[in-house]
């Protein structure tokens, strides 16, 4: 059975800095890509990062361009989010999920077969 549980999520300031991990099992990890979204109080879930299957394509949403990297670790089965230059405004729970596409770096969430439980981002100001 197909597992990813996220972590590394918590409470940072305006600026500051957190990496979140994205830990697979149950699955041959390195033949999915993976991506991270996120979804705010009272909005819509969105797309934040991905990476395909040996991490040659990534894909940022603008949004998160220059201030996160993703990036993976196929012999650990894990993939991370650092994230920089926090604001306020990347309060949001955080979810990873696998792509079945190896090559891809989708943003769309219904190209994704399994997701995490979330972990919760909190910037405060």
């Known amino acids: 059975q197909a597992q990813l549980v996220e972590s590394g999520g918590g409470l940072a300031q305006d600026g500051g800095s957190l990496r979140l991990s994205c830990a697979a099992s149950?699955?041959?990890?390195?033949?999915?890509?993976v991506g991270w979204f996120r979804q705010a109080p009272g909005k819509e879930r969105e797309f934040v990062a991905a990476?395909?299957?040996?991490?040659?394509?990534?894909a940022y949403a603008d949004s998160v361009k220059g201030r996160f990297t993703i990036s993976r670790d196929n012999s650990e089965n894990t993939v991370y989010l650092q994230m920089n230059s926090l604001k306020p405004e990347d309060t949001a729970v955080y979810y990873c999920?696998?792509?079945?596409?190896?090559?891809?770096?989708?943003?769309?969430?219904?190209?994704?077969?399994?997701w995490g439980q979330g972990t919760q981002v909190t910037v405060s100001s």
């Open positions: 149950g699955l041959t990890f390195s033949r999915y890509a």
């Open positions: 999920a696998a792509n079945p596409s190896p090559f891809a770096s989708d943003s769309s969430a219904d190209k994704y077969a399994y």
């Open positions: 990476i395909s299957w040996n991490g040659g394509y990534t």
